[in-house]
């Protein structure tokens, strides 16, 4: 086996996540910011569920909680109730050690700032070998890994340069090698493609593709651009602090490449709360309790009208459109 072979198999094995649960889960995550007896609720009782192996995009207007979601699953922040576990750490109660022990060999990160991944005065190589270190990668095995690397993502002709002597796009696939070098179970990226042209923004995201599908690395993308979404199979939107939709794609990835048949689905959390979007609430008229028909394929959910209106059978209600809300398939 290859260097990065025998360390991927390693990391794999460190630890299996519990059966029921996905390699990432967040519950009825809140965070709250107080400034100056101000109060901003940032995530308002967030759900997600990654299993091992995602490659997934968040999406979200500014302001939506994305880079706050994010500063807690990379153990940056810590939220102020909830739940968020990744790869059985829980991330609120983490004492000091387990934290940076989990933020060196758990987690890899990539900014959309290409200057905060990677220091201007060391060589790509070197970029890549730097984090092997504190993970006590021994000396002889960093260089043969961080070339496999490189390699992988097409860039091992620029294994010598400086950040200043590399494209933005070369420098983000060189800031995915350095956030892939200790073979983490997460690689968390904050709009990776924010600062470049679509060629090389498809690069990078080629790049974040093979490191999910050759090292076997979760990827989690954040970021605002609709076109992201359409990279990848599963893509969460989340609105005002909390996982609002999620769409479905049966073939995502590769530039142009047609991934028709997306489907929306309304999120169910853990105990079963689903979160109807707005806009549905809106139209179909749905306030503060609703109406369950129990169908023989799918649920309905039917707006309150007041007793004695029973919704009529087979979806022949009065309010036109009232009901037919599709029970949770997937
Ligand atoms: N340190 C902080 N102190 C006070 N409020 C904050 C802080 N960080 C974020 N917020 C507020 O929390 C909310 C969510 O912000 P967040 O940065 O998570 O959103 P975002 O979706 O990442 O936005 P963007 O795409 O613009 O980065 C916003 O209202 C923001 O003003």
Redesign the pocket.
């Known amino acids: 086996m290859t260097d990065l072979a025998v360390l991927q198999a390693r990391a794999m094995a460190r630890s299996a996540p519990e059966p029921d649960e996905g390699l990432i889960v967040c519950d009825n995550l809140v965070?709250v910011?107080?400034?100056e007896g101000?109060e901003?609720?940032?995530?308002q009782g967030l759900d997600l569920t990654v299993d091992e192996g995602e490659l997934l995009a968040v999406v979200?207007?500014?302001?939506?909680?994305?880079?706050?979601?994010?500063?807690i699953l990379s153990g940056l922040d810590l939220p102020t109730a909830g739940r968020a576990r990744v790869a059985r750490h829980d991330l609120l109660t983490m004492k000091r050690r387990e934290r940076l022990d989990y933020r060196r060999r758990t987690v890899g990160f990539v900014w959309q700032q290409t200057g905060r991944n990677l220091l201007p005065y060391l060589t790509a190589l070197e970029n890549v070998t730097l984090p092997m270190g504190y993970a006590r990668i021994p000396r002889a095995q960093r260089a043969g890994r961080a070339m496999e690397l490189l390699d992988m993502l097409g860039i091992a002709d620029c294994r010598n340069r400086r950040p200043g002597e590399l494209s933005g796009g070369q420098q983000q696939r060189v800031a995915i090698a350095v956030a892939g070098a200790n073979t983490p179970r997460v690689l968390f990226a904050?709009?990776p493609t924010g600062e470049l042209d679509t060629a090389s923004g498809e690069e990078v995201f080629a790049a974040l593709r093979r490191t999910n599908a050759e090292l076997g690395v979760t990827v989690l993308i954040?970021t605002?651009d609709p076109a992201v979404s359409e990279q990848v199979r599963r893509t969460v939107r989340?609105r005002d602090?909390r996982t609002a939709t999620e769409v479905l794609r049966p073939s995502a990835g590769g530039a142009g490449q047609d991934a028709g048949g997306a489907q929306e689905y309304a999120v169910l959390d853990r105990v079963g709360r689903l979160q109807l979007p707005r806009e549905y609430t809106e139209r179909y008229g749905l306030h503060r309790r609703v109406r369950l028909t129990a169908e023989p394929d799918h649920l309905g959910v039917w707006p309150d009208r007041g007793a004695g209106q029973e919704p009529a059978q087979d979806g022949q209600d009065a309010a036109p459109g009232a009901g037919g809300q599709e029970g949770d398939e997937g």
């Open positions: 965070r910011y107080r400034t101000v901003v609720q940032a995530l979200g207007a500014s302001g939506s909680g994305k880079s706050t979601l994010l500063g904050d709009e954040v605002h989340i602090g």
